[in-house]
């Protein structure tokens, strides 16, 4: 079983309409993180927790909001969902000192 | 904040030769680790090789091998003996080991690269 899964894998929606990201991961990390890669801009920060009472903004966090309901879970949520939030979205989990572990991303498509 | 730029979109090798993807980054910290990642097209995120910027020694993971160069803010990696397997998106990232930006990934804008047969 693979150690960071997202759910779903693909997903397709209206504008304006709310969406959940689901991260779980069985690696006993405290760290998670949230990404969003675009084509030609590389992966860039969403948000990112260090425990479950820890929640800290990325560097694009508008638009966006997580829940940290669990040590193992980490959800992004699109409160009202937007074209240019079409993107390929990463869920990575880390220990203190560790390499970040990447899930098998979710691709979004806002219509 | 740091930056890290991937000045090659794109690179070709022929399988079994050897190319270097370039890498630069700029901070101002002295300490932080810093990573190449590979993205085939099945998306996953694969982690290639990392070094640690207190360690002049140039990591090295089989066929892959870096060349870091703290002074320059330089940090490309060499795959030798090119194969098939080895085609996809590389990313070089950089990670902060200080203040508040402890522990978060800074990411380039990616190489794809290509092998012929």
């Known amino acids: 079983d693979a150690d960071v899964t997202q759910t779903p894998r693909n997903r397709i929606t209206k504008t304006g309409k709310r969406i959940m990201l689901e991260c779980s991961q069985t690696?006993?990390?405290?760290?998670m993180y949230w990404y969003r890669q675009d084509p030609g801009l590389g992966l860039r920060l969403i948000y990112y927790s260090f425990d479950v009472k820890d929640i800290n903004k990325g560097e694009i966090s508008d638009g966006y909001s997580v829940s940290r309901q669990a040590q193992a879970k980490f959800s992004l949520s699109l409160e009202s969902a937007i074209p240019n939030q079409t993107a390929l979205y990463f869920c990575?989990?880390?220990?203190?000192?560790?390499?970040?572990?990447f899930g098998p991303g979710t691709r979004l498509l806002v219509l | 904040a740091q930056t890290v730029t991937q000045s090659q979109p794109e690179m070709s090798v022929q399988e079994a030769e050897t190319v270097t993807l370039s890498c630069t980054y700029d901070?101002?910290?002295?300490?932080?680790?810093l990573f190449w990642y590979k993205q085939p097209p099945s998306r996953q995120m694969i982690l290639v090789i990392r070094?640690?910027?207190?360690?002049?020694q140039n990591a090295t993971e089989n066929r892959f091998s870096v060349n870091f160069q703290k002074a320059a803010k330089s940090f490309s990696l060499k795959i030798s003996d090119s194969q098939l397997g080895d085609a996809a998106m590389y990313f070089c990232?950089?990670?902060?080991?200080?203040?508040?930006?402890?522990?978060?990934?800074?990411f380039g804008q990616g190489t794809i690269l290509t092998v012929h047969p």
């Open positions: 990232a950089y990670r902060s080991e200080g203040g508040t930006s402890y522990g978060k990934l800074t």
């Open positions: 990575a989990t880390s220990g203190s000192v560790e390499t970040q572990y």
């Open positions: 690696k006993g990390h405290d760290r």
């Open positions: 070094q640690e910027a207190y360690k002049q």
């Open positions: 901070t101002s910290e002295s300490d932080y680790y």
